[in-house]
């Protein structure tokens, strides 16, 4: 009913009742982690998320372009090869 356990520590030995400690404190439990917090975006990391979005933006805007000039010229060219 009793079961003993022995400890030394320090070199003394403690002989406690499985039974006779009860619930650890939580003072003396170890702490829980703490949860991850967020706490938004850096200034720099901003920064470059505009400078690529603006890349990105003038990118699309050129190829845009770009297909339609083609496109055009394409149109015209193809006209005047079949008459």
Do not use: C, D, H
Not at 41 to 59: D, P
Request: aromatic share 16%; net charge positive; charged share 15%.
């Amino acid at each position: 009913l009793f079961e003993l356990r022995s400890f030394f520590i320090k070199g003394i030995e403690l002989k406690l009742a499985r039974t006779s400690l009860g619930i650890i404190p939580s003072k003396w439990a170890p702490s829980p982690p703490s949860p991850p917090s967020f706490n938004g975006y850096t200034g720099g990391s901003m920064f470059v998320l505009g400078l690529f979005m603006l890349l990105l933006g003038v990118g699309v805007g050129v190829g845009g372009m770009f297909f339609m000039w083609k496109r055009q010229r394409l149109t015209g060219l193809a006209y005047q090869v079949f008459e």
